[in-house]
């Protein structure tokens, strides 16, 4: 049985669970993180710097639609 899942940057999105209610309960669910590696021009001057676990602030619409409510925290470099 899956407890957890751990995302990182791909072309994944929380849309394609949509028919599977139990599915997308747990990949939208406290157990589950994104990990997100930085892009100065996707995410900005300074995104660069962000430490690794860092909780990601304002998250956009297109994000937000991509992967819901996972708990998303970045990677600490920019390397995918």
């Not at 157990?31 to 590696?37: E, K, Q, S, W």
Request: proline share 5%; charged share 25%.
């Amino acid at each position: 049985r899956i407890r957890a899942v751990a995302f990182t940057d791909s072309t994944h999105n929380v849309q394609w669970t949509r028919d599977n209610p139990a599915l997308t309960g747990l990949i939208t669910s406290p157990c589950c993180v994104y990990v997100r590696t930085a892009d100065e021009r996707r995410d900005g001057p300074g995104s660069l710097s962000r430490r690794a676990g860092e909780v990601v602030e304002d998250l956009d619409p297109h994000w937000t639609r991509r992967f819901g409510s996972i708990r998303t925290v970045w990677a600490g470099t920019g390397e995918h």
